[in-house]
């Protein structure tokens, strides 16, 4: 079965440049969440996504800014990246808002220099 | 939920034991519950969930307990295995909301010894 798939899987940037991490929900799925984990920490829900609409929004820093596309992905453009955004990103797919399931996918590990 | 920064705590079991781990959730308005398995530089990976008129649900060699009046949760695995070696995380939601977000609580990191 097909899974979520994000990219790039790692990703190394220096300070203050700019990072697009990328999310394809599975097919059919209209409902993404990004989620950030610090090192040893658990997943914070960052921002969320239905029908391609901004639906909830949880500690995402000003900095940060995502959008859900026609094709239901999803990009998350973080810009004038600092050294505590070094973290693993998760999206995560559901089928409509309400839909208690929801599918993470891999996630791109997030090293600033 | 609330982050221990690199102190994770850790559940270590022998082959065969069962596990019990634990989890105590912040919002009592939450009404869905979820333990999710992540192993190291993996996604979180759904092993099963129970919603808020339940007390117990099980799944194939887990079972999950919900004790509302605490707003604790706990997971049950039977006859650990190597295999399931991994941090364990529950996350709540509340699914009247504008989506299910959801808030994950302190990982458990369940050490399985051979």
């Known amino acids: 079965a097909a899974g979520v798939i994000q990219s790039p899987r790692h990703l190394i940037k220096e300070k203050r440049e700019t990072a697009t991490l990328k999310c394809y929900p599975i097919p059919r799925h209209d409902t993404v969440y990004w989620y950030q984990q610090g090192p040893g920490q658990d997943p914070q829900f960052l921002i969320s996504?239905?029908?391609?609409?901004?639906?909830d929004k949880g500690s995402i820093p000003d900095r940060f800014s995502a959008q859900q596309f026609s094709d239901y992905h999803s990009e998350l453009n973080m810009s004038s990246l600092e050294l505590g955004d070094s973290a693993l990103y998760f999206c995560?797919?559901?089928?409509?808002?309400?839909?208690?399931?929801?599918?993470f996918g891999p996630g791109t590990r997030l090293t600033v220099t | 939920g609330e982050s221990v920064g690199l102190h994770l705590p850790t559940l270590s079991v022998q082959e065969g034991d069962n596990s019990i781990i634990n989890c105590a959730y912040s919002n009592s308005a939450s009404d869905y519950f979820i333990w999710y398995k992540q192993e190291s530089g993996k996604g979180p990976q759904f092993i099963i969930d129970i919603r808020s008129n339940m007390d117990k649900r099980q799944g194939q060699r887990v079972t999950v307990l919900l004790n509302k009046t605490v707003k604790h949760l706990s997971l049950q695995i039977a006859a650990t295995q190597p295999g399931d070696s991994a941090v364990y995380f529950c996350?709540?939601?509340?699914?009247?909301?504008?989506?299910?977000?959801?808030?994950f609580g302190t990982g458990t990191l369940l050490a399985v010894q051979p």
């Open positions: 996504f239905y029908e391609k609409m901004q639906s």
């Open positions: 995560a797919s559901s089928s409509g808002h309400r839909s208690k399931e929801q599918y």
């Open positions: 996350a709540e939601s509340f699914t009247g909301g504008a989506t299910n977000k959801l808030i």
